[in-house]
């Protein structure tokens, strides 16, 4: 595995690896993700082996250019106005954290899919996975790049400690912009369905294609999940994580607890200072984090995963997450703590 800074020669290297069939790990605005050549399906085969990714969850397809989407999805297949709602949604929210659930094209491999007839199309805003993606075939299949399950890197340095040597090169652009996955969007029923609660919120894309927004229930199709990234149990830390709502954790319905053990704190904003001080008194080795201290949800979003993974790292018995007030990137940031608390 090499481990390189972003620069024009390992962006070079990178599009090599992945032209050769290997792996190479890249910043998206969200995560960092996982890229194998979209149209590789022996390369694709690795993804899910290096990630111990179950077959049946299939991966989303980056592009760096509209004209790709040709290659990657069946467009002569959607009607008039889902092709109308596909373009307002690109014009609007392309390059962005948004993945696009449409039917795939002939020359995606099933295996990128999960054998489904559909594909997640997402053209992602860093300027490093454009780069790297246009340097090679033009599609990137990628999912985030952490083992299956667990919390999802924000950081190049997470790849390395969870993945390593399984990849053959990790490009390091810094901790990434956004901090949780894209939304992702099925466009092709009837109803418009949001099957994850991502970086691009329900309201604003309730605003560009004016309809209602479905949730996807979780829902078992001929045993294919519709969206496995729905699974309850899913961005875990190791460490037992317990949400509190505002309330309960100002009144510090917690204290009941064995006092003896140590015990991690994450507060949404700096509205709960009282509360805060009141937790640290519990134990020397108290660890209290927040989010984002005046409550600006985007900053707490792009935390979310990084301070949890430091929390991780500090032996605790327990830890305790705030809810995020449910709006905007909320929804996206209480999906997370609820699938890492199996909740
Ligand atoms: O922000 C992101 O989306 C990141 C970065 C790397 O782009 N990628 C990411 O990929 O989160 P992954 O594999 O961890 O999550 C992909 C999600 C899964 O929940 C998967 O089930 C869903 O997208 N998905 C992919 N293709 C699908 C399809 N054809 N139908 C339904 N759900 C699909
Ligand atoms: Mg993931």
């Known amino acids: 595995m090499k481990f390189s800074a972003v620069c024009e020669k390992s962006l070079g290297e990178g599009a090599k690896i992945l032209l050769n069939g290997g792996l190479v790990a890249f910043p998206t605005e969200t995560v960092y993700g996982l890229g194998a050549d979209a149209f590789n399906s022996q390369a694709l085969a690795r993804v899910f082996e290096v990630k111990k990714r179950p077959h049946f969850d299939p991966l989303i397809i980056h592009i760096a250019a509209i004209e790709t989407l040709e290659k990657t999805a069946n467009l002569s297949i959607l009607s008039d106005e889902t092709r109308k709602k596909l373009f307002l949604l690109a014009e609007n929210f392309w390059p962005g954290p948004l993945s696009i659930i449409l039917p795939k094209s002939e020359k995606i491999p099933g295996i ?62 810094g901790a990434t912009r956004i901090g949780v996955e894209s939304t992702v969007l099925d466009i092709t029923g009837e109803r418009i369905k949001i099957l ?51 309330d309960e954790i100002i009144q510090q319905d917690y204290k009941t607890d064995d006092p003896a053990s140590r015990t991690g704190f994450l507060f949404f904003d700096g509205s709960t200072r009282d509360a805060q001080r009141e937790a640290q008194k519990l134990h020397d080795g108290t660890v209290i984090k927040v989010l984002s201290e005046s409550g600006v949800m985007t900053e707490a979003a792009s935390r979310l995963f990084e301070i949890l993974h430091e929390l991780d790292n500090c032996n605790l018995s327990r830890i305790y997450a705030q809810k995020a007030p449910d709006e905007g990137l909320g929804e996206a940031i209480n999906d997370r703590l609820r699938r890492g608390a199996n909740a």
């Open 112 to 173: 990128a899919t999960a054998g489904l007839p559909t594909a997640a199309i997402r053209f992602p805003d860093n300027e490093t996975a454009r780069k790297l993606i246009s340097l090679s075939s033009g599609a990137v299949a990628a999912p985030s790049a952490n083992p299956f399950g667990a919390l999802s890197p924000t950081r190049a340095e997470h790849v390395r400690d969870t993945l390593g040597e399984k990849v053959d090169l990790i490009l390091d652009g």
């Open 196 to 246: 994850r609660p991502g970086g691009t919120a329900r309201d604003a894309i309730e605003n560009v294609i004016k309809c209602k927004i479905w949730n996807d229930e979780p829902e078992i199709r001929n045993e294919v999940i519709a969206s496995p990234g729905q699974l309850k149990s899913h961005y875990a830390p190791r460490t037992p994580l317990f949400i509190l709502g505002r």
